[in-house]
């Protein structure tokens, strides 16, 4: 009984394998499913070139076949020119056109649902893409490379773009994300390097690792409220953007999220942030105001470095560390005033500050305190240390606080009252801030949703919110930072008639 069911199964399985042959039609190699009278265009094995047509229809041995899909890397590496594919092909395969440098034109067929992983990789002359209704899902790498796509429509229904989707599309200068996207992958635009603005969609929670990465050309980036975290290197690398708004709702932001933004200004961090990554701001070259909020516990490594504008900061008192280099090469700043509470100072934590004359620490014990040797390295010759009375002879008996060349003790000052907060009021066309500690300075950030560069509309229709955001906290001497003043300015038609 075992031997004729074993050969029965196997001749059931000769004729499975009978039913799909394997033939070459017009050029093209395929697989064609007697059973089902399917053909599938298979790997080709041969060199193509110039523009390719696969019809709807073909035939073989009298028997007619229906085209409806390609399989993973059919096209791969291939010299074609154009593709033409009929509309009864419901599947592109991973890998499908990967590598075909020359392709210039193709149309994605209307029953495609997806567009896999590396379907267009490395299409580096492809210029145009429409992606037809009924596809909801762009998979990882799918148009990585294509560095000569300037244009591509996307349909309302696409849920998520893979990571690096569109990885290296260097002259992409705009691109609408439909509403219905809610992932954006890690890298998904990583070195978009013409891409000048975006409006991210309400339903995206996150800007995953390097979404932006090295868009130095970015200037206008919209986040939405739904939006908690940004990820490594989110923004690393671009150059152009001068400010951005960072939604309340974002609890984290990893390791250099900002890192290399030359161009960055200031930038207020939401309250609700609880952890900033190692390199957040390295070589923000034109950072001079950051207001970062309670609940930092650490400054990491590189945390400032090359932030060559930046002339002081106001530590939370809730830092308990700060990291290797973390202000390295911070060379416009001259005073710094290290709290109680932070008892770690990492590897050539100020090395290079070239500016800082004055260093004010508050610690009557510093056998609780770990500060590496070369923390002050390189910094300007004649700096004074200014410690708490009682103290001068432990801060000279130990490095690195006796390689400062003058310390001095002062006084255990009162503790310092913290500066009123400032009102913000708008008359005769002019924006006022006031406040009631005399003497004080205002220190604000204004930012206009409505602010567009290299935008593009569908449909001509914009809408505009006319309204500017303001973010403003004052300073004056022998105060702490005022909590922040918050308002939203709105211009509306003053000539709208109104009834008696």
């Known amino acids: ?19 799909q042959d394997v033939a070459t039609i017009g050029g093209v190699k395929y697989y064609l499913d007697s059973a089902n009278s399917h053909a599938t265009v298979m790997v080709q094995t041969s060199a193509l070139s110039g523009d ?18 390609l399989e993973g890397g059919a ?76 244009g591509i429509t996307i349909p309302d229904g696409v849920a998520s773009f893979g990571e690096y989707c569109f990885s290296g599309c260097s002259v992409l200068t705009n691109i609408t994300i439909p509403t219905s996207v809610s992932s954006l992958g890690k890298y998904c635009f990583d070195r978009c ?20 990465f090295s868009c130095s050309n970015l200037t206008s980036v919209a986040i939405p409220h739904s939006v908690t975290s940004l990820g490594y290197s989110c923004f690393d690398g671009c150059s152009s953007l001068t400010g951005i708004i960072i939604p309340d709702g974002v609890t984290s932001m990893e390791d250099g999220c900002f890192s290399r933004c030359s161009h960055l200004e200031s930038i207020s961090i939401p309250g609700s942030v609880t952890y900033l990554g190692e390199s957040f701001f390295n070589s923000c070259t034109s950072l001079t105001s950051v207001i970062i909020p309670e609940g930092i516990s650490s400054f990491g490594d590189y945390f400032f470095y090359k932030c060559s504008s930046l002339t ?13 280099n ?66 001068i002879a432990i801060y000279q008996a130990k490095a690195p606080w006796n390689k400062i060349k003058y310390i001095e003790e002062t006084s255990t000052p009162e503790e310092p009252k913290q500066c009123a907060i400032p009102t913000i009021t708008y008359n005769d066309k002019k924006l006022n801030f006031s406040s009631t500690t005399t003497g004080a300075k205002y220190h604000y950030i204004i930012t206009d949703e409505d602010i567009k560069s290299e935008a593009c509309s569908e449909d001509g229709n914009v809408s505009l919110t006319a309204a500017y955001s303001i973010t403003v906290y004052a300073s004056a001497e022998g105060y702490t930072n005022s909590k922040n003043a918050t308002a939203t300015l709105y211009f509306i038609n003053a000539n709208h008639y109104c009834p008696e």
Request: charged share 15%; glycine share 8%.
């Open 312 to 324: 002081g900061i106001t530590i939370p008192k809730s830092v308990t560390s700060l990291g290797s």
């Open 75 to 150: 096209f791969s590496g291939q010299k074609i020119a154009a593709v033409s594919l009929p509309n009864s092909i419901t599947s592109l395969g991973e890998n499908c056109f990967n590598g075909c440098d020359q392709l210039t034109s193709i149309n994605i067929p209307t029953g495609i649902t997806s567009l896999e992983d590396n379907c267009f990789n490395g299409c580096a002359s492809l210029t145009s893409m429409t992606i037809p209704q009924g596809v909801t899902s762009l998979g990882n790498n799918c148009f990585s490379g294509c560095s000569s796509l300037s």
């Open 193 to 212: 390097s013409r891409l000048a603005s975006i409006t991210i969609p309400d339903g995206v929670t996150s800007l995953e690792d390097g979404c932006f």
């Open 52 to 69: 390719i047509v696969i019809a709807e229809k073909v035939s073989y041995n009298k028997k007619e076949y229906t085209v409806t899909k």
């Open 1 to 19: 009984m075992k031997k004729n069911l074993s050969l029965a199964v196997f001749l059931v399985c000769t004729v499975c394998l009978s039913a």
């Open 326 to 391: 973390c202000f390295g090469k911070c060379t416009s700043m001259t005073s710094f005033d290290v709290p109680e509470g932070v008892t770690s100072l990492g590897s050539e934590c100020f090395s290079g500050c070239t500016d800082l004359t004055k260093v004010e620490c508050h610690w009557k014990k510093i056998d609780g305190v770990t500060a590496e040797n070369d923390i002050f390295d390189g910094v300007f010759s004649e700096a004074k240390l200014y410690v708490p009375t009682g103290t």
